[in-house]
């Protein structure tokens, strides 16, 4: 099979084992979306319908609470491992080449045109973005988010605009202030499980309850709920979907199932953190949107 992409640029995946998704519990795993009462848009002002990409992106990653973060060996493997990502319910990827530098930049370029060209409606970014060059070269084949380890004040002014999303790496609560007083719309805090984990995302949270945040590095399957219920707006997944075995024996299928229980544990925290504010709102004031509610309802433990 050889799948088209702009530029006359193709991929022959031929050598690379196909799979046929199975059923399982989590077979319905899509994009949340909650009309009752969305902790993240409620709190962070995210419109009901963007219009602009930057704030598409920015409602994709509150609404899923995963950022799927994929290294592989080629452009080939990047390619098949996302799409058994985005079948199994991830809607924010990145993909990345772990090799050569010269490589990586022509592998990343097909990946990236391949997988912009057949899933529109993804949001498809790229991360480790370090300079303005790489991040205009990246705009101009697609993407639309941009992550970076630290924050590079250029980009944040080049998308201005709102053209695409950037998400810029911070670690100290100067950081935060700063990326966010420049225009950044979210945070990562990198690296995550090395500062405090879950306890450091919570403490960050107290001073700027405002300042959406992404919980990157080292984060595992079974510690999403925790970190989305301690304040984040959503966690970057890496070998929790992409398991190193899995990658290097062409496991789609294996990296289909993950990623569909990474959707479903996103949305669980997110439901639940819902629930939970939505209570909050009800004891403290009566109402969710301002609006007093005749009968509030009473809330047992």
Do not use: W
Not at 4 to 31: D, E, Q
Not at 57 to 71: E, F, H, K, P
Request: proline letters at 5%.
């Amino acid at each position: 099979m050889t799948t088209a992409i702009t530029n006359s640029v193709s991929f022959s995946s031929s050598r690379i084992k196909h799979f046929t998704p199975l059923a399982s519990p989590h077979s319905y795993c899509k994009p949340f979306s909650s009309n009752l009462c969305c902790k993240n848009s409620r709190k962070n002002s995210v419109d009901v319908y963007p219009n602009d990409v930057a704030n598409r992106v920015l409602m994709d990653i509150q609404n899923s609470g995963i950022i799927a973060c994929l290294r592989a060996q080629s452009a080939e493997v990047a390619i098949e491992a996302a799409r058994a990502a985005l079948r199994g319910g991830v809607s924010v990827i990145h993909p990345g080449i772990s090799i050569s530098q010269y490589y990586f930049l022509v592998s990343q370029t097909q990946a990236l045109q391949c997988l912009v060209q057949e899933y529109p409606s993804a949001s498809i970014g790229v991360g480790t973005v370090l300079d303005r060059e790489d991040a205009k070269d990246a705009l101009k084949l697609g993407a639309k988010f941009l992550m970076s380890p630290a924050t590079v004040k250029e980009i944040l002014d080049d998308v201005a605009e709102c053209q695409a999303l950037y998400i810029p790496g911070v670690t100290t609560p100067t950081e935060i202030l700063f990326a966010s007083n420049a225009g950044a719309k979210i945070i990562k805090v990198y690296p995550v499980s090395a500062l405090g984990g879950v306890e450091y995302i919570a403490a960050l949270k107290k001073p700027f309850p405002h300042i959406p945040m992404v919980a990157s590095q080292g984060i595992t399957l079974d510690s999403v709920g925790q970190y989305i219920a301690r304040g984040a707006s959503a966690v970057v997944l890496s070998d929790a979907i992409f398991d190193k075995n899995a990658m290097g024996e062409r496991n789609f299928l294996l990296i289909n199932q993950l990623a569909c229980s990474a959707a479903f544990k996103g949305n669980e925290a997110l439901i639940h953190t819902d629930v939970l504010f939505c209570s909050e709102r009800l004891i403290l004031h009566g109402s969710l949107d301002g609006e007093l509610v005749p009968n509030p309802v009473k809330f047992t433990e």
